[in-house]
Structures are given as C-alpha cells and as structure tokens.
C-alpha cells in the first residue's frame, strides 16, 4: 500500500535554529497539508498546498515557517528559527484530489527544540 | 467552522460491536462527515466518510441521522488493535469554498478490554 513518507522521525535542535522536516507524498497526490501535535495535546492544522502555491494556512503557521516543493517529489517545512514551543509531532498529509475526502498522514517527525 | 460533539471516553470489550457518537446540529449542506483515528505514537488515518446515505467499508460502518444532526461510526467486532482516538470532523467539500482544511478536535478514546 502507498504511503507518506517522512524525515528525519526525531530531531533535536537548539533554539534559534532553523529545521527543515521533509515529506514524500504519494506519487499522483497533489493536495499537501502539514500538521502538529503537541505531546498530549490535539492535531493541529498549519497549511495547505496545492498547485505550487499555499491555499490555506492557519493562524499558527506564522512568518517564522515556509513551505515548498522544490524538486516536485519532496514537500517540506521550513521553521527559521525555532522556539521552544516549537517542540511537536509534525505530520504530512496528501490527499489525490480534493473531493474524495481521504488524506493519507505520514507516521511524522518529532522536533525537539532545546 | 461547523463544530462536532464527541465522548471523550468510551470503554469496549473485545470482540464486541462498538458505537461511537458524534452530534454535529449546525451542520451545513455540504459539509461531509468524515471520521479518522489516531493509534498510539501513529498519524492520523482514514475511518470512512458521507454525505447523506449510511456507508460501509472493510473498516467501519458510518450511519447518518436523518436530518443528518448526528452521526455513528459503528466498529462491528472491536479488537484491542482498535484502541485509538477516534475523531468525527466536518469537512466543506463544496467547490467554491476553496480548499477546507480537515480541523481535528479533541475525538473519543477508546479502550478495548480484552
């Protein structure tokens, strides 16, 4: 079965640094989400992508974080400059199109901010 | 966002069927029901969804009040690998409102008890 994929599972980054979480999609899916969840706390929504471009992103998905797809497989997220807050489970998420309502979670990457 | 009503608990034995509530009374007319279930130190992953009509999968069944204010994801033979938080979520699936982000809330646990 298909799967997302992402990298690293766990990383451990001293506050003010800049991490980049990486995201494999599934080959013909071409709606993109990244997610957070905070240890003990809920899933959150942080951004949509379609077509190259964000089409939704929450109030949490401040300046501080980036997305792209730079070499069309890859999608990743970009947090500048971490805080402690920062410290989640990030999920990817990718759905084949928008109506069929399913999206596809990867298993997500830890990130623990120092 | 239209807003959902779920249990923060539910206890099962193992092997039994299972009925997990969900009231959505502001519910629009193109909101979609969509239920996924988060399993210990996993993403999020796909249940089952629907509009109007009951809907059944090799995982669960969905049945759909008929003013469609509430909802029952319905697990027919509970198994301690069903053990997960379990989250019911409107999703606008209408073209014109964009791309509607699935908002998580805080879900059902449920315990299966062997």
């Known amino acids: 079965e298909p799967e997302v994929t992402q990298t690293p599972s766990h990383q451990v980054t001293q506050m003010g640094q800049e991490v980049i979480l990486r995201c494999v999609p599934i080959?013909?899916?071409?709606?993109f989400y990244w997610y957070r969840q905070i240890l003990g706390q809920k899933v959150e929504f942080l951004v949509s992508?379609?077509?190259?471009?964000?089409?939704?992103k929450s109030e949490i998905f401040d300046d501080q974080f980036s997305v792209e797809r730079p070499d069309g497989s890859n999608f990743t997220l970009k947090i500048r400059s971490t805080k402690l807050e920062d410290s989640a489970m990030y999920f990817c998420a990718t759905s084949r199109d928008y109506y069929t309502g399913e999206l596809f979670f990867g298993e997500g990457s830890r990130l623990t901010v120092l | 966002d239209a807003k959902t009503t779920q249990p923060n608990s539910m206890e099962s034995n193992e092997e039994e069927p299972v009925h997990l509530p969900c009231n959505h009374s502001t519910i629009s007319g193109t909101d979609y029901i969509h239920w996924y279930r988060q399993l210990p130190s996993q993403g999020p992953e796909y249940v089952i969804h629907g509009l109007t009509s009951n809907v059944n999968n090799r995982m669960a069944s969905l049945a759909i009040a008929e003013d469609r204010k509430s909802s029952t994801l319905i697990l027919h033979r509970a198994t301690l690998r069903d053990a997960a938080v379990y989250y019911c979520i409107l999703r606008d699936l209408d073209a014109n409102s964009g791309n509607t982000p699935l908002v998580f809330g805080k879900g059902t646990r449920l315990s299966v008890i062997a």
């Open positions: 080959s013909n899916h071409l709606y």
């Open positions: 992508f379609y077509n190259n471009e964000i089409s939704e």
